[in-house]
């Protein structure tokens, strides 16, 4: 089965500071793999993917990620953090073998507080 | 383009009551639906997804159930609400594909009393 971890709760980033948020991933097959965003009693917003190619993926609001083959990690990073990235980020993966490929399956998110 | 539409918003219903919760999709043909619950503010539970009218995979045990009457529409349904059936419900739909995203409706808020 397919799983996706995030690791952390809660991220805390000073604004203007570049922000992490970690993803790792576990499937069978090949991932396709993707984050959103939630802001309060929103559904949510897709930011990026990564299906194959570069493992550079820029998405919306000037977010990027990296996927790592080898750490099966996709994390979203931003260059300079902003008030308003602060909200709810998660990750999904989706695969195309296995039990459960092609549908999502989600973490169970990091909430992004920037502080300014 | 296409759109997602999830009604109501927000519904409070008591204990025992029944419940219907509705999602269409405008603009496009033959989506994969998808019903998930988010319990206080966190991690996504799916639910139910849907590959065609009329076929409805359930991926937990609940007191839920959910029709596909139309191609581009996605009931949520229960005869009887329990307490524990409080939160938030999203739509999702995609095409058809893993290498695909979802994308969500607004949501409802869902309080049982």
């Known amino acids: 089965a397919q799983s996706v971890a995030q690791p952390e709760d809660q991220v805390n980033v000073a604004e203007g500071n570049p922000l992490t948020v970690k993803c790792t991933y576990s499937?069978?097959?090949?991932?396709?793999l993707f984050w959103y965003v939630q802001y309060p009693n929103r559904g949510l917003q897709f930011l990026l993917k990564?299906?194959?190619?570069?493992?550079l993926v820029k998405g919306s609001y000037g977010f990027e990620a990296e996927f790592n083959k080898s750490q099966t990690s996709f994390h979203l990073k931003k260059p300079s953090a902003l008030v308003s990235d602060s909200a709810l980020y998660f990750c999904?993966?989706?695969?195309?073998?296995?039990?459960?490929?092609?549908?999502?399956?989600f973490g169970k998110g990091t909430k992004l507080s920037v502080i300014p | 383009s296409q759109t997602i539409h999830q009604w109501p918003a927000t519904l409070v219903q008591p204990v025992g009551s029944p419940l219907s919760l509705e999602c269409t999709v405008e603009?496009?043909?033959?989506?994969?639906l998808y019903w998930y619950r988010q319990a206080a503010g966190r991690g996504l539970q799916l639910l139910f997804y849907?590959?065609?009218?009329?076929?409805i995979s359930s991926e937990v045990p609940q007191n839920l159930s959910a029709s596909r009457p139309q191609d581009r529409q996605f009931i949520l349904s229960s005869k009887k609400l329990l307490l524990s059936d409080s939160g938030f419900y999203l739509c999702?739909?995609?095409?058809?594909?893993?290498?695909?995203?979802?994308?969500f409706g607004q949501g409802t808020r869902l309080t049982v009393v």
């Open positions: 999702a739909w995609s095409v058809t594909g893993g290498w695909t995203e979802a994308f």
């Open positions: 999904a993966v989706s695969s195309d073998s296995g039990a459960g490929s092609y549908q999502l399956t």
């Open positions: 849907s590959v065609g009218i009329g076929q």
């Open positions: 499937v069978s097959g090949n991932p396709y």
């Open positions: 603009g496009t043909s033959n989506p994969n």
């Open positions: 990564y299906i194959t190619g570069d493992n």
